[in-house]
């Protein structure tokens, strides 16, 4: 298994011979609104122009994954993503719930076919030749917790590779913690920049958050979501120095934009 760092959530994960863009953020840096507007720094998003070498990992996708798109959620797929995968009719995998939004957009959907499973507590299903377990988000708490698209992670289960865990935008909640204390990924990709508005708590993990996530379990954790919108003050620097105060350094990653990291099957 390969995992591409892109920019901001948007990852390119290969499995077997399968290239999956996970929510795909591709517009031109300064191209997007800013999300902080009571402050006298202003900047529009993202705030990073998209790594040397995105062309050529873009023209290797096979499959897009969707973790959450409504409410205006245009870090994890922007009016740029929707064109590219337009124009390459590229099946694009997500829950059922996002579905008819998607299509709206004649997007090539595919959502995921997943049913309870009583005994794990789960939506589980097929992926391609793998398996996916849907593990909710909670994208914020309280008031703007409202307001906010909360999505799904995804634990995928795929032959001759590791364990992962995507688990899209949220804070430490309590289903978060189960997953990785009972399901015990071998990779877990984790957003870290603590992510605010001008007004309520944070609506993902920060640095802290992470630290503690990865305490939870055995595997490596990949954190992103760092570094490319203003609304994110949380640094790679800030999570590496957390993770080697507590002995984590070799567990806790923050790959550069356009860098891959490479798992062998456990």
Known sequence: MRITQIRNATILVQLGAH???????????????TL???????????????PRGTEALLDSVSHCLITH??????????????????????PVLCMPDDAAYLRQLRLNVVPLDTQFDASTGLASGALLEG???????????????????????YVI??????RLYLAGDTILSKPVRACL?????????????????????????DSKAVIEAAQLFS??????????????????????????????????LAPK???SCDFAPQ
Request: hydrophobic share 40%; with cysteine.
């Open 69 to 90: 798109c409504q409410k205006g959620h245009f870090d994890h797929l922007d009016r740029a993503a929707v064109r590219w995968l337009r124009a390459r009719n590229t």
């Open 19 to 33: 290239r999956i863009l996970v929510d795909p953020m591709l517009s031109a840096q300064g191209a997007l609104p």
């Open 257 to 259: 934009d356009g860098e």
């Open 219 to 252: 595997g490596i954790v990949i954190a992103n979501h760092l570094e490319a919108l203003d609304h994110c003050p949380g640094t790679r620097t800030e999570v590496l120095t957390a993770a080697r105060a507590l002995g984590l350094a070799k567990r806790v």
């Open 157 to 162: 289960d795929f032959p001759g590779e590791p």
């Open 181 to 205: 204390a009972s399901l015990q990924p071998d990779v877990a990709v984790l957003p870290a920049g603590g992510a605010r508005f001008d007004v309520g708590g944070e609506i993902i993990m």
């Open 131 to 153: 398996r996916v377990s849907a593990i909710p988000c909670l994208h914020g708490e309280g008031l703007i917790g409202r307001f906010m698209a909360h999505g799904s992670g």
């Open 36 to 50: 902080k507007y009571f402050t006298h720094k202003r900047r529009r998003n993202p705030t990073v122009e998209l």
